[in-house]
């Protein structure tokens, strides 16, 4: 009996050995792919801050066409505004008749 005991536990242990060999190789990988991934992560956002910040003046000149626009397009509107307002006054004005050429 002690000598079964003695094979199972001799196997038990082999057994415990290989599943922390396993476990502690698996932690590596898993510690390896975590870095590379957290490598890859920082390369791309090291690169969207670089496309930003190379967008930025062109963002900016963007957005001082449509300021012009804005001051062009408000401009033209209260020319447009005024004159449509000249017109109905003009056409609200009585406007002289005529006299008859006889009189």
Same mark, same amino acid.
């Given at each position: 009996?002690?000598? *079964?005991?003695?094979?199972?536990?001799?196997?038990?242990?082999?057994?415990? $050995?290989?599943? #922390?060999?396993?476990?502690?190789?698996? %932690?590596?990988? @898993?510690? =390896?792919?975590?870095?590379?991934? #957290?490598? *890859?992560?920082?390369? %791309?956002?090291? #690169?969207?801050? %670089?496309?930003?910040?190379?967008?930025?003046?062109? =963002?900016?000149?963007?957005?001082?066409?449509?300021?012009?626009?804005?001051? $062009?397009? @408000?401009?033209?509107?209260?020319?447009?505004?005024?004159?449509?307002?000249?017109? @109905?006054?003009?056409?609200?004005?009585?406007?002289?008749?005529?006299?008859?050429?006889?009189?």
């Amino acid at each position: 009996m002690t000598l *079964v005991t003695l094979f199972l536990s001799g196997c038990d242990k082999k057994t415990t $050995d290989d599943l #922390k060999r396993q476990a502690g190789e698996a %932690q590596k990988k @898993i510690g =390896v792919k975590a870095k590379e991934a #957290k490598e *890859v992560a920082d390369h %791309q956002m090291e #690169k969207a801050k %670089q496309a930003a910040k190379e967008a930025q003046p062109k =963002v900016e000149e963007m957005a001082g066409k449509a300021k012009e626009a804005t001051k $062009d397009a @408000i401009e033209k509107t209260k020319e447009a505004a005024d004159a449509a307002s000249e017109k @109905i006054k003009e056409a609200m004005s009585p406007t002289p008749t005529p006299s008859p050429a006889g009189e």
